[in-house]
């Protein structure tokens, strides 16, 4: 995997690199010491991992790095490299799909544990916070869905292959007010069409309700 290092230390830069460079599946393909720097070497050497520190002095902090490159990359993994422990930042790189979230004094395998994780389509988060608060975290930030429980109902039974007859029948409503469910369904989803809403009912999974 190809991995980029960003960290406004010079030493802990290079020392990252000696730890990686010990791994037979990893490529170093450069370092920054900027957000900006990164930046600019993420466009450049499309990484499959970056290693980020979170404060860095000058130009742009790591949240705001990670956002940009991910914004412009949509493959790239990123794992959070810091010294910060406390919730309110793990928070907020929950908060921005941060994939990884390892500190400073962390141990060269669990360095290698998280690369191969979030390489792999994994998230890994390892910090003093309890795994029973960490799921919570992650729990919380998963999006809401815009539909009440009846809309969703429809939309699953519309993926099913039922009529609007059908579906005022099994749901002892009238045909009309299906008709405005689906109106309005299609309001707060933003779409038109139904194969549109049957990619909905896939993608979150609505399809497998009971």
Do not use: W
């Amino acid at each position: 995997m190809k991995v980029l290092i960003v960290d406004d230390h010079d030493l802990i830069r290079k020392g990252i690199r000696l730890l990686l460079e010990g791994f037979s599946d990893v490529e170093v393909v450069g370092e920054a010491s900027n957000g900006c720097d990164a930046i600019t070497l993420a466009l450049k050497h499309h990484p499959d991992v970056i290693l980020l520190d979170l404060s860095m002095p000058t130009g742009l902090d790591g949240f705001t790095t990670a956002k940009t490159i991910m914004d412009e990359l949509e493959d790239v993994k990123i794992i959070v490299l810091t010294m910060h422990d406390e919730e309110i930042y793990v928070q907020k790189a929950i908060q921005y799909n941060i994939h990884g979230y390892l500190l400073k004094n962390s141990q060269t395998n669990d360095l290698h544990e998280a690369l191969q994780a979030v390489y792999h389509g994994k998230r890994f988060y390892r910090t003093h916070i309890p795994e029973e608060r960490l799921e919570k975290m992650f729990a919380e930030k998963e999006p809401k869905s815009p539909l009440t429980n009846r809309e969703r109902e429809i939309v699953r039974l519309t993926f099913l292959g039922y009529t609007n007859n059908q579906i005022a029948n099994k749901l002892k409503i009238s045909p009309k007010t299906v008709e405005n469910h689906k109106t309005n369904i299609m309001q707060k989803l933003g779409i038109k069409e139904k194969h549109e809403l049957i990619q909905y009912a896939l993608k979150n999974h609505i399809a497998d309700l009971v």
